[in-house]
C-alpha cells in the first residue's frame, strides 16, 4: 500500500525526531541545579548569584577603566552608580518583563513585583541603567554619553552571567532541533531536542561582546570619541540577539505575535538598538575632542 504524500512525511519526521532524542543530551545528565547552596529552608539559587557576579565584577572593572587617562567620571561616581544601577536592573528589568512580554500581570499588582518568580527583561534593565546614568549625571553635572561609554563595556559582564543562569534554570529554551549538541530540558512539555539558545545568547552577548569592547578601550583610542563604545554595544547585542532569536523558542504567549508579524518580540525591541548604536558610532569622530581631563 502507498502512503499519501502527508502521511509519508509524517513517518519521516517522527522518524527524524526519535533519532534526534536518542542522540540529545539530556539535561539531567549534566547534573546542574538552579540552587547553587541550600540551608534548611534557605535556597540561594544561581540567578541570583548571576546578578550578583556580574554588578562586582562590572563594579571591579570600571575601577580598572577609571584609572586611564581621560575618565569621565571619578571612583566616587562609580561607587554611586553602583546603587543607583542595580535599583534600575532589577525595577526596570521586572517592570519591563512585564510591560512587554506579561502585560496581563498589570491586573494583579502584587505579582508584578514577585522577582523570585523568575521573569526579568534586558530591555527594561537597559532603561533603568539608562535612568540611573541620566541621575549620576544631572546630580554630578557629567557627560552622559561619555559615562555611558564606559558603562557599555560592564554591562557583557553581566549578560554572561544571566545567560548561563539561564540554562541552569532549564528556562528560556531555544527551538527544536536535531543537532549534535540539542539538549532535551525537563522544563520542556514536549520533551523535543532544542537548541541551548541560552548558551548562544552568553556567548553572543555576553564573552564575545565583552572581548570586542575591552580590546577596542585598551588597545586603540576610540575612547576618547564619544558615544563609539555606547554604540557598538548597542548595534552589536541588537546584532546578537536578532540573530539568536531564530534559534530561541519565542514564549508561548507570544507565539502567535511572531507568526503574524515575522518577527518575534525580542526582535522587535532589538531593532531600535541597532540604529541607534550606528548612529552613536558613525556620530562619533564629530564629538571627539581629544584626551579629555580626568574628573577628580
Not at 9 to 22: E, K, L, P, R, V
Not at 117 to 130: A, D, E, N, P
Not at 237 to 265: C, K, W
Request: charged share 15%; hydrophobic share 50%.
Amino acid at each position: 500500500m502507498i502512503l499519501p504524500i502527508s502521511a509519508l512525511a509524517a513517518n519521516i519526521a517522527s522518524t527524524a525526531g526519535a533519532a534526534a532524542a536518542n542522540t540529545a543530551i539530556r539535561f539531567e545528565e549534566l547534573g546542574l541545579s538552579p540552587v547553587a547552596l541550600s540551608i534548611g529552608s534557605f535556597q540561594l539559587k544561581w540567578y541570583s548569584l548571576a546578578y550578583l557576579f556580574g554588578i562586582l565584577l562590572g563594579y571591579w572593572y570600571m575601577g580598572r577603566m577609571l584609572k586611564q587617562p581621560g575618565a569621565p567620571m571619578a571612583q566616587r561616581h562609580a561607587d554611586d552608580l553602583m546603587l543607583y544601577s542595580t535599583l534600575g536592573i532589577i525595577l526596570g528589568g521586572r517592570l519591563g518583563y512585564v510591560a512587554f512580554y506579561r502585560p496581563d500581570l498589570f491586573e494583579t499588582p502584587l505579582e508584578v513585583f514577585k522577582v523570585w518568580q523568575g521573569g526579568m527583561s534586558f530591555h527594561g534593565g537597559l532603561i533603568g541603567v539608562l535612568l540611573a546614568i541620566g541621575y549620576l549625571v544631572w546630580r554630578n553635572k557629567l557627560s552622559y554619553i561619555r559615562v555611558g561609554d564606559y558603562v557599555a563595556c560592564v554591562v557583557p559582564f553581566g549578560l554572561l552571567f544571566g545567560r548561563l543562569a539561564n540554562f541552569v534554570n532549564a528556562e528560556l529554551w531555544g527551538r527544536p532541533t536535531d543537532v549534535a549538541w540539542a539538549v532535551i530540558f525537563p522544563t520542556d512539555p514536549d520533551g523535543l531536542p532544542r537548541h541551548p539558545s541560552q548558551l548562544y545568547e552568553a556567548g553572543l552577548e555576553g564573552a564575545l561582546l565583552a572581548v570586542v569592547l575591552a580590546v577596542l578601550f585598551w588597545k586603540t583610542d576610540v575612547r576618547h570619541r564619544p558615544g563609539f563604545l555606547g554604540g557598538v554595544f548597542l548595534a552589536g547585542y541588537g546584532a546578537s540577539r536578532f540573530f539568536v532569536e531564530y534559534f530561541r523558542n519565542p514564549d508561548a504567549h507570544l507565539i502567535e505575535f511572531a507568526e503574524q508579524t515575522g518577527l518575534s518580540m525580542g526582535q522587535w525591541l532589538t531593532v531600535p538598538m541597532i540604529l541607534i548604536g550606528l548612529y552613536l558610532i558613525f556620530t562619533s569622530r564629530g564629538r571627539m575632542k581629544g584626551p579629555q581631563p580626568a574628573i577628580a
